[in-house]
Structures are given as C-alpha cells and as structure tokens.
C-alpha cells in the first residue's frame, strides 16, 4: 500500500503487516523525532559510494526533472523501533527542477516494509502520485475544489472526504456518461440521486 503522511501511524503499519501486506508511507515532520532521525540517516550517507540509489530524468513542455530516489535499511535506537517496528527501509527523493532556467530543489522522505530496491519503489512511488494527481484532477475539474475558499481545517477536510465519496459514487455507476454529467444529474432528479446512493 502506498499513503501520504497523514496515514504514518504506527497502528496503520501494524495493520498492513499481520494482513500480509507491505506499505511505503511519506513521512513527514509532524512525527519529529523519527523524521529527524531518517534525515540524519541519509546525512551520513550521502558521500557511500554504495549509497543504494536509483536516478530518473524527465524533459518536456519546458520542464527538466532530476529524481535521485535513495533507499537504505532502517537503523532505529531501541526507543524508535519499540515504537515503529514494522519498517524495514527508510527512502529519500532529491528531486531537481528546471523551469524557464529557474532551479528548485526538493526532499521528500518514506518509510517502508520493503527491502532495499530502489528503482522498486521509485517506480511504486511515482505510481501513487500518478494516481493522486489525477484524482485532484478530477476533483478540481468536476467538484471545482480549487475554487472553494474554506478556512476552516476541519471543513475543509469533511468537503474534501464527502466530495470523494460522491466521486467514488459515481464511478460506481454503470450509466455511460462523463462524471461531471452524472454530478449534474444527481443534483437535479432525486431518483437518480437514490439510485446512486442506495443502489
């Protein structure tokens, strides 16, 4: 399974693990000390000739990407792993952007259940965001999401599940026609709206 850091939760991993499934999870700083402890972990790496790495390049529409995707395995003190036991590896990706001759340079970091293979969970990683990114598309497409102003946190969260729910609803349906008609329809017939959401 693959999941953004809202989902790195040690009773998530635990979970996945006794169903016989493995996990890579983005980890963020919201868990401090064992983010701190990744980025100290590749901070000592980075000049190992056997440094496990994986690199990917990208050109087009004026946009030059670099992604140097490294994996090491997981070396916890006995406070960390008592906490998070199921990871095996920890993942770094450099990522290297130029756009109109301007540079960005980006570091994101994953835990996994997996072993050490690079380009496996590169190409399992790039996947997820694959997918995620075109979720956000339709979700700002069909449910106009980029336009709606929430401040609130929680809001924002309760719009965001109830808007894929109802995406997930209507992809259910066997009727032929684009997601953004059947939204439309189901605002407007209630027989369909039922249809929808009882079946």
């Not at 008592?82 to 756009?99: C, D, L, V, Y």
């Not at 609130?152 to 032929?176: F, Y």
């Not at 684009?178 to 009882?198: D, E, I, M, P, V």
Request: hydrophobic share 40%; net charge positive; proline share 3%.
């Amino acid at each position: 399974m693959t999941m953004d850091a809202l989902h790195c939760q040690k009773d998530t991993m635990a979970q996945i693990v006794q169903q016989q499934g493995d996990f890579v999870v983005q980890l963020k700083a919201n868990q401090g000390k064992l983010f701190q402890h990744v980025q100290q972990a590749f901070a000592t790496n980075y000049d190992d000739p056997q440094l496990p790495e994986y690199v990917e390049k990208s050109k087009g529409h004026g946009r030059s990407e670099v992604r140097r995707v490294m994996q090491i395995s997981a070396t916890l003190p006995a406070s960390l792993r008592a906490q998070w036991p199921h990871i095996k590896s920890f993942i770094e990706i450099g990522t290297e952007q130029e756009i109109n001759s301007k540079i960005s340079c980006d570091a994101r970091f994953y835990l996994s259940s997996l072993d050490v293979a690079p380009k496996n969970v590169a190409h399992i990683i790039r996947s997820h965001w694959g997918i995620e990114n075109q979720l956000h598309w339709v979700l700002d497409v069909v449910f106009r999401e980029d336009e709606l102003s929430v401040s609130d946190a929680t809001g924002a969260a309760h719009i965001a599940l109830i808007n894929r729910v109802a995406l997930a609803l209507l992809k259910q349906n066997k009727i032929k026609d684009s997601t953004r008609s059947k939204r439309n329809r189901a605002g407007w017939n209630s027989k369909f709206r039922s249809q929808l959401l009882f079946g």
